[in-house]
């Protein structure tokens, strides 16, 4: 059995009661790290701390062709106030990039700006949208 962020997560509530329900076009990208600091010294030795024990994971979004309403919803989410404010108010997201039977629903907020693309035919695209992982709903 492959582990999965959810394996490693608290189970938390969002700030914002709203669960983004959209599978990414490309790739999910989740990039995992630990807080260790390493320090390599003149001589080539180094020392390694550990500040803390905790997972930290981002997911990086990729939508390729979105239609108008789709990228609305991402807009508004990202930008009203009373809803994720940027990157400031977490939320409900689910996470396409597992199995279909062991699929997690993750507590995240946005992690960058919020990019969007619009072509003059009127299709949307919003490719590298970074969300940090909080924690996980309890399943």
């Known amino acids: 059995m492959a582990s999965e962020m959810y394996d490693y997560l608290s189970t938390i509530s969002p700030d914002y009661a709203y669960t ?6 490309n ?8 807080n260790v600091k390493i320090r390599q010294f003149d001589d080539e030795s180094e020392t390694r701390v ?16 979105l239609s108008e309403a789709d990228a609305g919803t991402l807009f508004d989410l ?11 108010k977490s939320f409900r997201w689910v996470n396409y990039g597992e199995p279909v039977a062991s699929r997690h629903t993750y507590v995240v907020r ?10 003059p035919s009127g299709q949307y ?4 949208i ?4 909080l924690g ?4």
Request: net charge positive.
């Open 20 to 25: 983004l329900d959209m599978q990414p076009h």
């Open 110 to 119: 946005f992690a960058s700006p919020l990019p969007r693309q619009i072509n």
């Open 78 to 88: 990202y930008h009203d106030s009373a809803k994720a404010c940027g990157m400031g």
């Open 125 to 128: 695209r919003m490719v590298d």
């Open 27 to 34: 790739v999910l990208v989740e990039d995992g790290a630990k």
């Open 130 to 133: 970074k969300l940090k992982v």
């Open 50 to 65: 550990i500040r803390s024990t905790t997972s930290v994971f981002f997911v990086t979004l990729h939508f390729t062709v």
């Open 136 to 139: 996980r709903i309890a399943d």
